[in-house]
Structure formats: C-alpha cells, structure tokens
C-alpha cells in the first residue's frame, strides 16, 4: 500500500470521497481507516440494490450505511433522517461516497461515453479515467453534518497492473485477484479538506465536485499515460509505503480463523452455519423491507 499526501494519524470524523472502479475499493477505506484507529468507523453510501446482500444488506444498514436510489428516485429526506439519527447518537462516522455513482469499467465504453456526453452537455470538463460525479448523496451528506465533522477526505485509488500491452487501462482487480496478489500494489492519494472550503450550495458543490474529480483525472492520467515511462505508475510527490505491525492484523485473524474453523470442523457447527446464512438472509431482507 503505498500512500500520498496527508492523512491524519488521529481519528476524525469524515465524509470520504473516492473514485470507484472494483469491490476492493470498498476494502481501500479501511485499509485507511484502521491506520487512524477508525476500523469500526466505517460506514457507506451504497446503491439501494445492495440492501437484498445476503447477511452483509442488513449488516450495512445496521451498521450506519445508506441506500440510496439513483437520479429521480433518490429519496433525499430519508438519506437526511438517517444521517441525523447518527449525529444525535454520536456515532463516529467514516462515511464513504462514491460520487460516480457506478464503477469505472474500460470494458463497458458506453457507460463512459455517456458520462462524457453528459458533462459536455452541462458545460463541464470531459474526464478520461473517472466519470462524471453526481453531487446530490455527497450534498446532503456534507449539508447535514457539517456541524459534526472534521473534515473531507478526497481519495484517489489507482492499482498497478491494470494497463495492458497496448498500454490502454484495463478492468480493475476483482476481489479475488487483489487477495491473490495480482495486483501488487495500491497506490492511494489522500487530500484533507476543510469544510469552509467546501461550497453550501448544491450548485456551487456540484461544480467544486466536478473539479475535485478533475484533480483525480490529471493524477490518473500521470499514473497511466505519462509520456516518460519513469512517471508511470505512480501519483507525483512523496509517497509512504505503508505497512500495519501484526498487532493491528493478527488478533482480528486469529479470532475470526478460529471462530469459523470451530464450526466448519464439526457436524453440528456446518449446519449452524448453513441455517445462520439461510435464516440470517432471509429475516435480514424482511428487516431491511420493512425498515429501511
């Protein structure tokens, strides 16, 4: 993990911005959250589809996360409540947004034309390695808490591996491919905001979100496409290759391992997990209908 620009040793209470293209960005937060104490802290912003999620729907919105629906249907006043309900418990938040609203993917071009059109369109700057920002679940977010938090994190994740021989960029690690090793390294640049930086109105954060993300492509394109092979694969400025002493990663291996070992390794275990999956599914999607 090799790290760029300020992040906070200490622990703080953020709305983290990032641009999206795999599952492992979701993993990204806390890779960053655990090096600030802030593991549990963590909470999301996710697509409404994802609360039918076998046991991690319900887990998510237990934990603090939002669902939201896309352009229309987005139901603004929910998205306030909850979020309301977290300051008034106190709840530490980390609470993480990915503006794009979908995953960057070089293998669906349309998706990205379409983005492009749509800035072109709205007079805005066409971006090349990020999409076009959609500011109403950041906006609400920012605009109910702004009492309550430290600070914006702006995050831009770029993996190593991800061009092919061509040199064109090409789809992101799965999961799997980054617990495998296939990508070796991620690189994350890390800019702190504070909120009197950040305009109140929506259609003043709506053009800052959209130059933020033009500051997310110009590091992208020096990542990716820089003229001088030596400038490539890596964001400009001093970088920390960050590594986490085992104290903050064996206990929680250790504990977990041994927990699922315990039951996978006997008959009535195995059928204590199966049933925790089938009934935790099924009484969490009921949850989750009934109580958004």
């Not at 997990?273 to 009934?290: A, D, F």
Request: aromatic share 10%; net charge positive; with cysteine.
């Amino acid at each position: 993990v090799i790290i760029y620009g300020d992040l906070p040793k200490h622990k703080e209470n953020v709305i983290y911005l990032s641009n999206h293209q795999c599952t492992v960005d979701w993993i990204i937060a806390d890779m960053l959250a655990i090096r600030q104490n802030a593991l549990g802290h963590v909470r999301y912003v996710l697509k409404d589809g994802l609360k039918w999620l076998p046991l991690y729907g319900w887990y998510f919105s237990q934990h603090g996360g939002v669902y939201v629906k896309r352009s229309a249907k987005f139901n603004e006043k929910e998205m306030r409540e909850k979020l309301r309900a977290q300051v008034k418990a106190e709840t530490p938040m980390y609470l993480v947004i990915f503006p794009e609203g979908t995953r960057y993917n070089p293998e669906i071009p349309k998706v990205i034309a379409d983005s492009q059109s749509f800035a072109e369109k709205e007079g805005l700057a066409i971006l090349k390695h990020v999409l076009t920002p959609r500011v109403k679940a950041t906006h609400v977010a920012i605009d109910t808490m702004k009492d309550y938090l430290d600070a914006v994190y702006d995050v831009t994740v770029a993996y190593e591996g991800t061009v092919d021989h061509k040199g064109q960029r090409k789809l992101a690690p799965s999961m799997t491919e980054f617990l495998c090793k296939e990508c070796p390294r991620v690189h994350i640049f890390i800019d702190r905001i504070e909120l009197k930086d950040i305009p109140e109105e929506q259609m003043y954060m709506r053009r800052w979100l959209h130059e933020r993300f033009e500051i997310k492509d110009k590091l992208l394109i020096e990542f990716y496409d820089a003229k001088d092979s030596k400038r490539r694969n890596k964001f400009p400025g001093k970088s920390v290759h960050s590594k986490l002493s085992l104290k903050k990663t064996l206990p929680s291996l250790l504990f977990l391992g041994g927990l699922t070992a315990s039951m996978l390794l006997t008959e009535s275990g195995r059928k204590l997990y199966v049933k925790t999956w089938i009934y935790g599914t099924l009484i969490g999607c009921l949850w989750v209908s009934i109580k958004p």
